[in-house]
């Protein structure tokens, strides 16, 4: 298949990234929204959230005429060859994901199928889902039609804030379903496999991994599992260096030098969050549960997570005996630096109790200047210092590398207390000690 039509429907954050570095690749690629809006501002090459390098790369690409976006099916899937569904699947009932977008996305494709269409799955699903999309395609089809259409499950491991770099120079590329299928998918995946394109890097040599469409999906759910669980298991290895006088900032480091455990992931700290990682683990579970299999690993994995948030506030209550009147400043916002992705955010989660508890919170994020409404009673900083002024204590929640910076008598001079809580163990203890400070991490 030479210079296949591609199609990518739902533009939100792995619809954009696919559409955009597909484009790069020199693909002929359209992508559709249903919300004409969103379709407008991306063909507009303006953005609607915040992802390092995706705009300037939207803006190339649309102009090298490689990318379009539009909310007309017709325009973007007529003669079609292969299709990439990219729409959410937010978390549902009973922690099984919810699929009402996907199953929108089959109704609107299934008209335009036609003998050889390849449909890609891109869309984080429950394993099986591969084959219920078909089911759905199938069943939205006109009656008298049956074209031939293969399935493919491609799913995606991209992070926020390295979206584009995960998408163009990835460890590897899954690719489950019929060789038919999944054939003219790995075509349009060479040039990164043999990295051949404007800005390929030679060292980089990712595989391209083919398998069946439930090992694809579960490889996807796995693999953020085990990621969750790592973090998890570095907080509770941390949680107990406290407890027996260890320091984890030397424990972590050493046990990751073990190429078998690797130092990636392993940082203790607040806890993980996201809207992939809760959400990813949650669904597994759940799918245990369908089969009357209880995963309690996962399980683990979560309640580590959230005991971390609790965490925060125990340090403070134990330090500052009381929070009720007392003044804290939050340092970060974002779940993690390079995003302005406040889903499943640590930092949130710590200001409810903190509120809760009585306490006057203020906060400062580079990006993030506008907190959700129940939290309007959290003060806006201008700058970390703003946000110190006349704290009782201050915990850095999100490690933004502007963060390390921080002057210790600046920011101690901006207090009223003397309480700096490390909560991603990123600043030189030290030198704030030295400043006046006591200081905390986690793990130490
Ligand atoms: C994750 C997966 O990494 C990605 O492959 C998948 O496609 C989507 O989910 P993302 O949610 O963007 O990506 O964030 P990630 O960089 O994985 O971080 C997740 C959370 O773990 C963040 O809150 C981060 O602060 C935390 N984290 C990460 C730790 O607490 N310790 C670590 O050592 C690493």
Request: proline share 6%; aromatic share 6%; net charge negative.
């Amino acid at each position: 298949m030479s210079n296949p039509k591609v199609a990518v429907i739902g533009t939100g954050y792995v619809g954009s990234v696919t559409a955009s570095c597909l484009a790069l690749l020199g693909h002929q690629v359209c992508g559709f929204d249903s919300d004409a809006t969103r379709a407008d501002q991306l063909a507009a090459g303006q953005l609607p959230f915040y992802e390092p390098g995706l705009a300037e790369l939207l803006r190339e690409t649309l102009a090298s005429g490689n990318l379009r976006f539009t909310d007309d099916p017709r325009q973007a899937l007529e003669d079609v060859d292969v299709v990439f569904l990219c729409v959410g699947t937010p978390t549902g009932a009973g922690g099984n994901p919810d699929l009402a977008q996907l199953a929108s996305a089959a109704w609107t494709l299934a008209p335009y199928l036609r003998d050889g269409t390849v449909v890609v799955n891109k869309s984080t699903v429950p394993v099986g889902s591969a084959d219920w999309v078909r089911t759905l395609l199938e069943e939205a089809l006109p009656r008298n039609a049956a074209p031939a259409f293969h399935v493919v499950s491609n799913p995606e491991f991209l992070r926020e804030g390295s979206a584009i770099e995960d998408f163009l120079y990835p460890d590897r590329i899954v690719l489950g379903g019929d060789g038919d299928g999944v054939g003219p998918v790995a075509a349009l995946y060479v040039p990164i496999v043999t990295q051949a394109f404007p800005r390929a890097r030679t060292e980089v040599v990712p595989q391209l991994i083919t398998t069946d469409l439930a090992s694809a999906e579960m490889i996807k759910y796995a693999a953020n599992a085990f990621l969750a669980m790592k973090i998890s298991f570095a907080n509770e290895v941390a949680n107990l260096c406290e407890l027996v006088g260890a320091d984890a900032r030397q424990v972590l480091p050493a046990i990751g030098a073990d190429r078998r455990i690797g130092t990636a992931f392993l940082s203790a700290g607040v806890g993980w969050g996201g809207s992939c990682f809760g959400k990813d683990v949650t669904a597994l579970i759940a799918t245990g549960h369908d089969y009357g299999y209880s995963p309690d690993l996962l399980r683990a994995s979560i309640e580590v997570n959230k005991l971390q948030r609790a965490v925060v506030i125990r340090k403070l209550q134990r330090e500052l005996k009381i929070l009720k009147g007392r003044r804290v400043a939050i340092l970060g916002l974002s779940f993690k630096p390079g995003t302005d992705d406040l889903r499943d955010a640590p930092a949130i989660d710590v200001a409810h109790r903190l509120i809760a508890a009585g306490a006057v919170v203020s906060a400062y994020d580079p990006i993030v200047k506008q907190l959700p409404p129940d939290l309007a009673g959290v003060r806006i900083a201008s700058d970390p210092y703003d946000a110190a002024h006349r704290a009782n204590a201050v915990v850095l929640i999100t490690e933004w590398p502007e963060f390390t910076g921080l002057e210790p008598a600046r920011l101690a001079g901006a207090m009223s207390g003397d309480l700096l809580l490390d909560g991603r163990n990123v600043l030189p203890d030290a030198e704030f000690r030295a400043a006046g400070l006591r200081v905390l991490g986690v793990g130490w």
